[in-house]
């Protein structure tokens, strides 16, 4: 039993940052592989980054690598996205989602089992 809330979307300006952050309640958070989802208008959902339940691995999607970086904190039951360097097409709302499935970082969305209900993200151009 996992619930999760995304906070911290808004509007900014192409080129400016962003921190999302995604709080779990639940005491089995620590057990759980996290990622970050996006959707836009029109598309399907899409993995943009994954960090497994010790905060040792981490993977991107390639079109925010070197731009993003998630990272958790297991204490606060929280995980984030610091999105720096952002364009028009990151627009979209970013969902939190939490995997039971243990060793590689998934990017299946059906691999995920709790959801958030999603922060939006709109950058101007």
């Known amino acids: 039993q996992v619930q999760l809330v995304e906070s911290g979307g808004g509007l900014v300006q192409a080129g400016g940052s962003l921190r999302i952050s995604c709080v779990a309640s639940?005491?089995?958070?620590?057990?759980?592989?996290m990622g970050w989802f996006r959707q836009a208008p029109g598309k399907e959902r899409e993995f943009v980054a994954g960090?497994?339940?010790?905060?040792?691995?981490?993977y991107y999607v390639d079109s925010v690598k070197g731009r993003f970086t998630i990272s958790r904190d297991n204490a606060k039951n929280t995980v984030y996205l610091q999105m720096n360097s952002l364009k028009p097409e990151d627009t979209a709302v970013y969902y939190c989602?939490?995997?039971?499935?243990?060793?590689?970082?998934?990017?299946?969305?059906?691999?995920?089992?709790?959801w958030g209900q999603g922060t939006q993200v709109t950058v101007s151009s």
């Open positions: 960090i497994t339940w010790s905060g040792g691995s981490t």
């Open positions: 989602a939490a995997s039971g499935i243990s060793g590689n970082i998934r990017v299946r969305p059906h691999e995920y089992g709790y």
């Open positions: 639940g005491r089995t958070f620590s057990s759980y592989n």
